[in-house]
């Protein structure tokens, strides 16, 4: 442990060091983003930056590189490539200037990654590194889900996976490590309600699509506030509703997108039935007939206790404010790594005020010092892995 204490202290020194570099590289990331499976230009990039190493192709445009031992367990540590479609409002002279965005904080975690993976480079690592480049978090098919098929975890004998995201529902400077769930499954929906359409003046002659829709709309908040255990808790959300042409036109046809999260796998199956009791039996109602095709997406993202605990140990004692209660319902593929392996991810702060820019805003903007505590966090996974 004294050797670890050691590691801990060079490892963080060595960090710092690198962060001009790190600070670069993010400015250079962000202005120059690529959409989720066009992240290739994004590897390439920070392969660049990583110290030498062989790298492997996974996932279509993702990268791993191993740093250290080539045999033997390792640790892998992940930053995601991808960004959104997002026109940019920050206004700072290194905005894109495309409509694609990094208004999640990739830029900051691969920045952040390549910070670590620099230092480490400098130091005697006791196991190696597996940094993995993973493209496709924001949109399917998962970047990750596609790595845990691939082998490539069981062929590199990684013992376990961290990562790092920023949160600006947390205070700045603290970085929450949670065991157990911290990120709710997610399947995402369709409805198509068909009905009888026509004038608007003859209601009685149709079959309304738009009204059993309507209606079906706040019938599915029931999942959330009768069906499902409120200590556990649910999230019923539409967040795309289209028909009609005209205020005077009856459509035929109403249809709505939507998503359904759970935060626990329990849970799921028996919320996925709700949602189509609901569909078809309100459609039905209103004299008309729906259509329900479901999307799985990410299953609840477990952290592993033992990681959660060791990590907050690391940051705790290297002067760290750790938070041990924050949860959302937000839903990430990391949690297909930690139905692969032992997982742990982490949220650091970055300011919880009114008003403020969130994740996936056009004006979201981390600092530039968010990269040093991100890189901290995966250097304290890091040594959990080793510890437990």
Not at 81 to 94: F, I, K, M, Y
Not at 165 to 178: D, I
Not at 246 to 251: D, G, L, S, T
């Amino acid at each position: 442990m004294n050797d670890l204490h050691g590691l801990w202290a060079d490892w963080r020194a060595a960090v710092s060091h690198e962060l001009p570099f790190a600070t670069t590289l993010r400015h250079r990331l962000h202005a120059d983003p690529r959409i989720s499976g066009d992240e290739e230009d994004t590897a390439l990039a920070v392969l660049e930056a990583m110290p030498a190493g062989e790298s492997l192709r996974v996932a279509k445009t993702g990268r791993a590189l191993r740093l250290g031992s080539p045999d033997g367990p390792a640790v892998a540590l992940r930053a995601e490539l991808d960004a959104l479609p997002v026109l940019e409002r920050t206004g700072v002279a290194w905005a894109s200037e495309t409509d694609l965005m990094h208004a999640c904080g990739h830029d900051v975690h691969l920045a952040a990654l390549v910070a670590v993976c620099r230092a480490a480079a400098e130091i005697d690592l006791p196991q190696p590194i597996l940094a993995l480049l993973q493209p496709r978090e924001e949109t399917p098919p998962s970047g990750a889900l596609d790595i845990v098929d691939s082998g490539m975890l069981r062929d590199q004998q990684v013992t376990a996976v961290i990562g790092a995201h920023v949160q600006p529902r947390l205070p700045a400077g603290v970085v929450s490590v949670v065991p157990g769930p911290i990120n709710a499954s997610t399947d995402e929906f369709e409805v198509v309600v068909t009905g009888h359409g026509g004038h608007a003046g003859y209601p009685h002659l149709l079959r309304d699509p738009i009204l059993a829709l309507a209606q079906i709309v706040v019938s599915l908040q029931q999942i959330a506030s009768r069906r499902i255990d409120p200590v556990s808790g649910a999230v019923c959300s539409v967040g795309r509703i289209q028909s009609g042409t005209a205020a005077n036109i009856v459509p035929n046809q109403a249809t709505a997108l939507g998503s359904l999260r759970v935060m626990r796998d329990s849970d799921r199956e028996a919320a996925l039935a709700n949602l189509r009791e609901i569909v078809h039996g309100t459609a039905r109602a209103y004299g008309c007939e729906a259509e329900l095709r479901i999307m799985p997406c990410e299953p609840v993202l477990q952290n592993d206790s033992a990681l959660a605990l060791g990590a907050a140990g690391w940051l705790t004692g290297g002067g760290v404010t750790v938070d041990t209660a924050f949860r959302s319902f937000g839903a990430d593929d990391f949690a297909h790594y930690c139905g692969s392996t032992r997982g742990l991810m982490m949220f650091v702060g970055l300011g919880d005020s009114a008003g403020a820019p969130t994740l996936h805003d056009e004006r979201f903007l981390p600092p530039d010092s968010s990269i040093e505590l991100v890189a901290t966090a995966l250097v304290a996974g890091y040594l959990a892995a080793l510890g437990s």
